[in-house]
């Protein structure tokens, strides 16, 4: 039951200032952060990351958005930790996102207004969708050295 799950901070939330902000919101739930840096991603490595989206009529937006700064990537572990994190975060659209998740906090973009506009909709963070993505995400993002193992106060309050 206890799972990995990558996060990412998007361009938007680095240079909008909102890092610690959103860190705050996982390691205050008890969520572990076992690996983390921040990395500028180039075209290729988002095909990559985003393979499920690249025939979609929005990805070259979502191509330009992620790749238009550097983003804080990491790797969370708790118990249940990818859907934990998607719940956090919220759904993808902000308008729709309710008030205390992530998304909803901090963005209000509509699919009506990017559609329009011919970019991505700026939602802050990448979560895992699935367990499964989860393990191929953290493999794509981070080598096995990359993280770590150790002890927090949540191995003695929360296991
Ligand atoms: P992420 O994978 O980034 O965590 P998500 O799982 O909530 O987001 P996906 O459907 O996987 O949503 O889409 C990936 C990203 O592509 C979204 O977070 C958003 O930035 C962008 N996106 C998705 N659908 C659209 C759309 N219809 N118009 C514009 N941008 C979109
Ligand atoms: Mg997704």
Same mark, same amino acid.
């Given at each position: 039951m206890i799972e990995r799950t990558l996060v990412l901070l998007k361009p938007d939330a680095v240079q909008r200032c909102f890092v610690g902000e959103i860190i705050t919101r996982f390691e205050r739930v008890g969520l572990k952060i076992v690996g983390m840096k921040? =990395?500028?991603v180039d075209k290729e490595f988002s095909r990559k990351h985003y393979s499920d989206h690249v025939d979609k009529p929005f990805y070259? #937006? %979502?191509?330009?958005?992620?790749?238009e700064g550097p983003v804080i990537a990491m790797v969370l572990e708790g118990i249940h930790a990818v859907e934990v994190v998607r719940k956090l975060v919220g759904p993808t659209e902000p308008k729709q996102a309710p008030p205390g998740t992530i998304r909803g906090d901090f963005s209000h973009h509509s699919y009506a207004y990017t559609d329009k506009k011919g970019i991505a909709i700026k939602n %802050?963070?990448?979560? /895992? #969708? /699935? =367990?499964?993505?989860? &393990? &191929?995400?953290? /493999?794509l993002w981070f080598k096995p050295e990359e993280l770590h193992s150790y002890k927090t106060v949540h191995d003695v309050h929360t296991l």
């Open positions: 921040m =990395v500028w070259p #937006g %979502l191509e330009n958005f992620i790749t %802050l963070i990448h979560a /895992s #969708g /699935s =367990v499964e993505d989860a &393990k &191929k995400e953290v /493999s």
